[in-house]
């Protein structure tokens, strides 16, 4: 037979654990008020010795206190040992100095209110401070392999060392990357011929509005001048985009007769306006128009700055004969070109 609701909730209050009592029996801070003592209408806790020496051997023996624990208990060792034995104090004085100190440290780690983690690990979250400060090292020294480090890894340092102390930067042949794990890319010599792709690798350059587009090739050569170059390195390359049907980049010196072989020119116009400028070296809007006409020219790049030390770039050193430095010149309208250095600043010259 069940009893009814009523009486059932009776019986199972009667057994409810001492923090689940209703709170009509506890006083205002959880303590039952069958062990508290009335005073003048006042509710007055019990003292109890036992409770509180319970409470500080619990606390003690808290394994979050270990290190502050035993700091204490090896300071009061000590102590006690020299108090009894004066004649050792030479011994265990710099023991007692040392767990004192870090006696005093945990202590003040728990009455301060700024670190949450110093209150609750006192003394022993002096080490997780410690292990932040040395992280880096412990990761370059012990964890971080030979190819991981960034910006640079420990490998291409390691080159950068041997270079500067004219050491054997060579190094035998193979590699330590993974080049079978994903997303790993090399180019692979083939081992027998193949046939060419019917694909073009080429792109188009300029819109609707644009009366002459470019189909240009995805792999091209770069900007070197002449002057930088020969000419027979400057013909050389020029033939060579012409039979390979790439464009070939003047590079700031202009265009000279010698990438004049029949291949596709991007013409550079850079600071200096070699190539399209007046006497006093600006710009020259019919020089610029005249060059522009010629039919190998597909493009202009116009280079909008220079990188740092800029006037040894296309500067004519008097080192140079005076035939080459004529020839030169001309190529780039330059009339005093022997005679006073000629210099591309850094950017355009105001008008």
Not at 165 to 181: C, H, I, M, N, W
Not at 198 to 216: E, F, H, M, N, W
Not at 304 to 332: E, G, I, V, W
Request: with cysteine; charged share 20%.
């Amino acid at each position: 037979m069940s009893l009814p609701k009523n009486k059932a909730l009776l019986r199972s209050a009667a057994t409810l654990p001492p923090f689940m009592e209703p709170q009509a029996n506890r006083s205002v801070d959880g303590e039952p008020r069958a062990n508290r003592a009335v005073d003048g209408g006042n509710d007055q806790p019990r003292p109890s010795a036992n409770a509180a020496a319970m409470g500080l051997l619990m606390f003690a023996f808290r394994p979050r206190n270990a290190a502050l624990s035993v700091a204490v208990l090896l300071t009061l060792a000590i102590a006690a040992y020299t108090i009894s034995h004066p004649e050792h104090v030479a011994l265990t004085a710099a023991p007692l100095i040392v767990f004192g100190f870090l006696s005093m440290v945990g202590l003040r780690d728990l009455t301060q209110t700024r670190h949450a983690i110093l209150r609750n690990y006192p003394l022993a979250a002096h080490l997780r401070f410690l292990f932040e400060e040395i992280r880096p090292e412990m990761r370059q020294y012990f964890f971080e392999g030979e190819k991981d480090g960034a910006p640079f890894s420990r490998d291409k340092r390691a080159i950068v060392y041997q270079r500067a102390k004219s050491a054997l930067d060579k190094r035998p042949f193979g590699t330590q990357y993974e080049v079978y794990q994903d997303s790993f890319e090399w180019l692979t010599h083939s081992i027998a011929p193949t046939s060419a792709s019917l694909v073009p690798l080429r792109t188009q350059i300029g819109g609707g509005s644009c009366k002459q587009p470019y189909s240009a090739s995805l792999l091209n050569i770069s900007g070197m001048s002449f002057g930088a170059l020969s000419a027979n390195a400057i013909s050389s390359m020029n033939l060579g985009a012409k039979r390979g049907g790439f464009a070939h980049t003047t590079g700031e010196g202009s265009v000279s007769r010698y990438h004049l072989q029949g291949g596709d020119l991007v013409w550079q116009i850079g600071s200096g306006y070699f190539g399209c400028r007046n006497a006093d070296g600006l710009f020259c809007p019919e020089r610029f128009a005249q060059t522009a006409a010629l039919d190998q020219i597909r493009m202009i790049e116009i280079k909008l700055s220079k990188a740092p030390n800029p006037a040894m770039a296309a500067c004519f050193q008097k080192k140079r004969s005076a035939s080459k430095s004529r020839r030169h010149a001309a190529y780039r309208w330059i009339a005093t070109a022997y005679r006073r250095p000629a210099t591309a600043p850094s950017r355009p010259p105001s008008p």
